[in-house]
Each structure stands twice: as structure tokens, then as C-alpha cells.
């Protein structure tokens, strides 16, 4: 996928569902949380530890 | 990214991780998505989309199209955090027996429910007691943990699906999650998980009618589509609405004088109301699930009439249906559970508890005598006022 179609992703994302914004993540310039959960795909444990090192779109969502 | 600088993670907050699996095979997604089925990064809205730098820390939590790649990808960022380093939830691989240790000798809310998320996230089928039993243990302690409320319904749920259910287990996790949602009220991922099951009335959307569409384009494309041991049905699939649909005819009680002879036991039903309780003017789904007696050689008719509920509303209550039919197979028998759902409405002012008079008609054969018979069972079915 390009780089070019990732924000066109994401605004998809968000009319899949829709809330009130903004209450529960961490703010701007502090460390986000680690956590260990599983991949839908395999079932394998992933941490967002994982991806140090590297850039990431944490992306929360819903399929309804 | 394909470049390997960008790394789109997601996460999904649903019950079931096998629908966001079709969904992702439908929109051809190709990042890892991350099932959390019970809250442990206590989200409380999704969508929420928030860029990480390469140290974890959040540079954005509304990242913009227009300037993500000046603001965001192409800058080095210092390792700078203003906080120390957290985490949610249980690591892998899962100390089951430290955490069941430290939530014994503590007996705090807070270790009994990271003992019971690591049994959800980590262990198998057989120990989803266990993790109910730790989340009881979590409310005992602290009352007015909704979290540990809430993760008792997800388990609840779960369990109703597999062949370890416990009768109550549907009317259990809308208990618990209504327990939780009444000590937050805010809590988006709480109030979504409830109207996923509950009445057409106070649905935000269809949540998952979107499921045949996906199967279908999926394929058409020449793949499978992603097998969902438990589909979405009834509730979950229905299309939200402000009044209920006018009824074309007005249909006759079948069994107006009580004449067709009343089930000795050979079928039950359990019936659960979504929401617990429900204020006069809003609405409530009632599911009934009929069961056939365990350990008897009993089977549904299926070339007979399919199974019938009817619903005789009491003054101020407006049902959704009167008569309802539930779907049958076409095999010529069969012996799963049969679920049927109606929504009610209280239109005025109301109290206590309103008893809704119900019935259902089956036609039920016994493998080992060759003999079918047709049967009436009265279900109560009670809707709690708030």
C-alpha cells in the first residue's frame, strides 16, 4: 500500500464508526503504554514494543 | 510502510475477532490488527488514530494529511517523554501462577483483574471459569470496578457461544455489562457492546450487516471469506429505527384458549432482555433461545410448521411483532438451539417489574419411540422499569 493512500485509510476509518474523541489516549510527547495483544490473523502475541525503532499509525477502531 | 519507516498497527475493540478478520479480507488490508476483546487500552471512543514516534511517544494525536509528512515522517525526534514507561495489560508469555498468587495474597480489584485479563488474552477455552471467577473476585473487592464489571460480561459472552455454556450465560454478560455502563455512563466501548445485542430503537447503526456484503465481494474476487464461527444474526445485523415497522396484517393467536397441550419438560427457553432495565418511553429486545432437553433423543420437526412465539402485550407495552417465527434448517431434522427476538416499547408511565405474556409452539419428534408431538410453552418473560 502507498504511502499516498494511508490518510485516505484512516479518514475510512473513521466513518466505519463513530464516538466521542479524545478522552482515553496518552497526550503529545508522553510515551504511549506498552501493550501485548494477540494478531488476528495468526494469533500470535504482538507488542507495540515491537516496532521501536520505527514510526507508527496506532489506529483504534471497529468493524460496526 | 513498504519503505519499512512507517508501521500501520491497528486494534480492534469487538467481542469477536473473526468479523474485523472478513472485514480487513474485504478491504484488502495488509497491516496487523490487534484484537482486544476487553478493553485493556481502556479506550472510551474509536476511532482513535495517534502517530508514535520511533521511542513511542505520541507526536500526534490527530495526525493531518496535509502536513504528515513535514510534522511526522520525515523529522528525528529525541527521546524526550515526559512520562516513564507504562503498560497496559498483561505481558506474554502469561505468569498465570505469579498472577494468581499476587491477586490471592494481595486481594486487590487491580490483581484479580490482571490475573483474569491474562486468562482471557492468553488462556484456553477451558479456562474461561477461571477468569470468570477472578473477575467475580475483582467486583467483590471493588464494587464499583466497572472495568472488571465489564470484562465479566465479555467472558460471559464468550462462554455462551461454546459447548461449556451455562444456561444464563447471554442474561449474565448483559447484567455485567449493564452494571458497568451504569457506573460509566460515558463508556463508548461499553454502550456499543450492549446495543450490539439490544433493540432497533436505540441502535447508533446495523453493526454488522455489512458481513453478507463482504462474503459476497470476497467471493468475487476468488477467495474464501474469513468462516465466523459465531455469525452475526437478529440484533446485531438490524437496521436501526425510530418507530416499529407497521405490520402488514394483523396476525391471529394461534392458540387463543390455551388448547394445544403445554411441554412436560422436553424443551426450555431462556429468555434475555437488552437493556436489564429500560425507562418508560425507551424500548427493549427480548432474545428467547429454545433448547431441547439435554440427554434425550428428542429432535426438531423440520417438515412440520417452524417454531412460532407469540406475544400478547400487556396495556401500555407496543411490541415490535406479535407473532415471530424462528428460521429452520432444511435438513428434515435437527436439534440446535433456535433463537427467536421481538422488541418492546413502554409507552407511558410504569414501575416495577411489567410481565409480558408469551408462548411458544413447536413440533418436537422422539428418535427412540418414532412419536411427534406438538407442544405450548408458556415463557415468562419480566421487563425490569427503571
Known amino acids: ?64 | 510502510m513498504k519503505d519499512g519507516k512507517l508501521v500501520l498497527l491497528g486494534v480492534t475493540q469487538e467481542q469477536h475477532p473473526e468479523r474485523c478478520r472478513l472485514f480487513a479480507q474485504w478491504k484488502q488490508f495488509e497491516w496487523p490488527i490487534l484484537h482486544d476483546p476487553i478493553n485493556v487500552l481502556e479506550s472510551t471512543a474509536v476511532p482513535i488514530v495517534v502517530a508514535l514516534d520511533e521511542h513511542g511517544i505520541v507526536r500526534s494525536t490527530r495526525p493531518n494529511p496535509k502536513t504528515f509528512e513535514a510534522d511526522f515522517l520525515n523529522k528525528s525526534f529525541a527521546d524526550d517523554a515526559k512520562n516513564k514507561p507504562e503498560r497496559l495489560g498483561p505481558s506474554h508469555p502469561p505468569k498465570f501462577d505469579a498472577l494468581k498468587a499476587d491477586a490471592e495474597k494481595t486481594k486487590s480489584a487491580a490483581a484479580w483483574r490482571q490475573y483474569g485479563d491474562a486468562l482471557v488474552l492468553w488462556g484456553s477455552e477451558k479456562q474461561l471459569p477461571t477468569a470468570i471467577a477472578a473477575y467475580r473476585e475483582a467486583t467483590k473487592a471493588k464494587p464499583d470496578d466497572g472495568a472488571a464489571w465489564f470484562r465479566l460480561g465479555v467472558c460471559f459472552r464468550r462462554r455462551s457461544e461454546t459447548s461449556a455454556r451455562h444456561t444464563d450465560d447471554f442474561r449474565a454478560a448483559v447484567e455485567a455489562w449493564g452494571t458497568a455502563l451504569d457506573l460509566d455512563p460515558n463508556q463508548y466501548i461499553w454502550r456499543r457492546r450492549i446495543q450490539q445485542y439490544g433493540p432497533r430503537l436505540d441502535k447508533p447503526y446495523p453493526f454488522y450487516d455489512w458481513v453478507a456484503e463482504a462474503e459476497a465481494a470476497v467471493r468475487k474476487r476468488g477467495e474464501t471469506p474469513v468462516i465466523l464461527p459465531v455469525r452475526p444474526d437478529g440484533a446485531e445485523i438490524a437496521q436501526p429505527s425510530k418507530v416499529f415497522a407497521a405490520q402488514k396484517d394483523v396476525p391471529k393467536n394461534p392458540d387463543p384458549k390455551g388448547k394445544i397441550t403445554r411441554d412436560k419438560g422436553s424443551v426450555s427457553c431462556e429468555v434475555v432482555v437488552v437493556p436489564v432495565a429500560v425507562k418508560p418511553g425507551q424500548s427493549a429486545r427480548i432474545h428467547l433461545t429454545f433448547r431441547l432437553a439435554p440427554k434425550t433423543t428428542d429432535h426438531w420437526n423440520n417438515e412440520a410448521e417452524p417454531l412460532r412465539v407469540w406475544i400478547d402485550p400487556p396495556d401500555g407495552i407496543v411490541a415490535s411483532q406479535q407473532l415471530v417465527e424462528a428460521e429452520k434448517p432444511k435438513a428434515a431434522t435437527s436439534t440446535e438451539g433456535r433463537t427467536v427476538g421481538f422488541e418492546v416499547q413502554i409507552l407511558k408511565d410504569a414501575s416495577g417489574t411489567i410481565h409480558i405474556p408469551v408462548y411458544a409452539l413447536y413440533h418436537v419428534c422422539d428418535d427412540a419411540q418414532g412419536q411427534c408431538r406438538f407442544r405450548r410453552l408458556d415463557v415468562s418473560v419480566q421487563l425490569k422499569v427503571k
Do not use: Y
Not at chain 1, 26 to 42: K, M
Open chain 1, 1 to 64: 500500500m502507498s504511502r499516498s493512500h494511508l490518510f485516505p485509510l484512516a479518514l475510512a476509518l473513521c466513518a466505519v464508526s463513530s464516538g466521542r474523541l479524545g478522552a482515553a489516549p496518552p497526550g503529545v510527547g508522553e510515551r504511549h503504554p506498552d501493550f501485548t495483544l494477540a494478531d488476528i490473523a495468526n494469533d500470535k502475541p504482538v507488542s507495540l514494543s515491537d516496532f521501536r525503532g520505527k514510526k507508527v499509525l496506532l489506529i483504534q477502531f471497529a468493524s460496526w
